[in-house]
């Protein structure tokens, strides 16, 4: 039995998952009640002017010596690295009593800020359903905060997610990224609008160019390293399309963008364009487990030079991202 899992926790030594809402709700409303949490973390709530990176540090000052053995990093350590749909970058978990309410508040409005608002609530119902909440969840810091290398991290069921402010270069999001849902009926995912909305761009392909993006096996879900210029990428090339086309490859790209802040799309748009712009992405559909036999491809990848978006739709959600320049 892991007592370090919340559930497993003895009353008192974990935080209630309705309790632990309030915190974060609190601070993103700007309420700096007494005894909810310490006046000194108010302006953690400028959501909209306070980076996520500055919460960052305000979470890692206030780490004691026990706390940051737990969870802090190297910034070169192997973990930072790693990708995976479901693992604990360390064994402490959010809602472990080795947490404060005040530290749990700071980590929430990490993950508000490097979200936009319909991102933040999407990732807060997935990570209840998957697992129990924000407080199943592990954090860590790589780095010291402040200076040129640092990165939080925060993984669990189906999250990879990071907090840089840009420090590794030429890498949005700070590296490879990972979403999903548990949920197996496409109706009831989170992320089935994603499908929905790539599944556009089939239909508007036209015979030909359908042959061309649709296949019968895809590669490997964490098979997302980048191939740089001299790469070769499965699906038919935007550049091969008409206009029309291209503008809802692009409004597919922003709407896949959509769940995160401004800063980090922002990041993604400038790597692709030195790559060479939408032209240089690939689209590809795959025949394996279309559920309902409906043929809207519920597994599908957009590839290119400095992008990698693999979507693995059945039996559920393992989305794996990896946006940069290769080295």
């Known amino acids: 039995m892991n007592m370090n899992r919340p559930e497993m926790l003895p009353q008192g030594q974990r935080v209630a998952r309705r309790d632990f809402v309030k915190l ?32 960052v540090a305000e979470l890692y000052t206030s780490l004691s010596d026990k706390q940051k053995k737990a969870i802090w990093r190297p910034f070169d350590h192997k973990d930072r690295r790693r990708i995976n749909a479901n693992w604990h970058v360390t064994s402490a978990v959010i809602g472990d009593d080795l947490f404060s309410d005040k530290q749990r508040t700071l980590i929430d409005q990490v993950v508000r800020n490097i979200t936009s608002k319909d991102g933040y609530e999407r990732l807060i119902q997935q990570m209840d359903e998957d697992d129990g909440g924000m407080e199943n969840y592990s954090v860590a810091i790589f780095g010291e905060p402040g200076t040129d290398q640092f990165q939080f991290e925060m993984t669990g069921r189906h999250l990879t997610m ?16 990972v979403y999903g849902h548990g949920e ?10 994603q499908t929905q909305k790539t599944n556009e761009v089939f239909q508007a392909l036209d015979p030909g160019q359908r042959e061309s993006a649709l296949l019968k096996k895809a590669p490997s879900e964490t098979a997302v390293q980048l191939q740089g210029s001299g790469g070769r990428f499965p699906g ?13 490859v692009e409004s597919t790209l922003k709407v896949l963008l959509a769940p995160y802040r401004e800063a980090d799309v922002d990041e993604v748009m400038a790597i692709l364009k030195e790559s060479g712009g939408l032209d240089q ?3 590809a559909f795959y025949q394996q487990e279309d559920l309902d036999d409906d043929k809207v491809w519920d597994i599908w990848r957009v590839e290119g030079p400095s992008l990698v978006w693999h979507f693995r739709g059945a039996p559920h959600v393992h989305a794996y991202i990896n946006i940069g320049v290769k080295s």
């Open 24 to 55: 974060g709700g609190a601070v993103a409303a700007g309420v700096a009640t007494s005894g909810l949490f310490d006046p000194r973390f108010a302006h953690a709530a400028e959501s909209s002017a306070t980076s996520a990176e500055t919460v």
């Open 162 to 177: 990071r907090a840089d402010g840009n420090r590794v270069d030429k890498a949005a999001f700070g590296g490879p990224i």
């Open 184 to 193: 197996e009926n496409p109706s009831d995912n989170l992320f089935f609008y």
């Open 236 to 248: 038919i090339a935007v550049g091969q399309l008409a206009n029309d086309q291209k503008e809802l």
């Open 281 to 283: 992405l690939h689209m």
